[in-house]
């Protein structure tokens, strides 16, 4: 599993001119799947993500984090993280979960997110959306949590 994770000022997802997620701050975080990917990867993303220190305090250091600060999630899936741009032009995404079993596991990630964090809102699972966001800092860090083999 891998996780590109933003701080973030106001952020919404529009499909089609529609805002179908939204928060006033927080973090975007886009989220893409690997096939070997299980609930456990999917649990630790999402007790990590609400706890990473990426806000600052009174002294500007990045030492807080949503569970000191407030604020809300907008999780966004983006099988592109996966790509694979060594060979050619063109990317490889052999390395992304297929398409039923991204979206089986980003169903589970937005469940288990929203039991350690009362406010996710998300995109739509394969659609074609527009992502914005104020990208506070900037602060922008990936995540990874690869299966145990």
């Known amino acids: 599993m891998r996780c590109v994770v933003q701080r973030s000022g106001p952020a919404r997802v529009e499909i089609a001119g529609e805002t179908v997620g939204e928060i006033d701050r927080g973090l975007v975080v886009l989220a893409a799947f690997a096939p070997a990917d299980t609930e456990a990867e999917l649990a630790w993303m999402a007790r990590?993500?609400?706890?990473?220190?990426?806000?600052?305090?009174?002294?500007?250091?990045m030492n807080l984090s949503l569970r000191d600060t407030g604020g809300g999630i907008l999780l966004v899936s983006q099988f592109t993280l996966y790509g694979d741009c060594r060979k050619g032009n063109r990317p490889s995404y052999v390395h992304s979960a297929p398409p039923d079993r991204a979206?089986?596991?980003?169903?589970?990630?937005?469940?288990?997110?929203r039991q350690e964090w009362p406010t996710v809102a998300e995109g739509r699972f394969g659609a074609t959306m527009a992502v914005s966001l104020v990208n506070e800092g900037p602060v922008t860090v990936i995540v990874d949590r690869e299966a145990a083999s």
């Open 103 to 113: 979206e089986a596991l980003y169903d589970r990630f937005g469940m288990l997110l």
């Open 48 to 61: 990590k993500l609400p706890s990473l220190r990426l806000f600052n305090d009174d002294q500007g250091k």
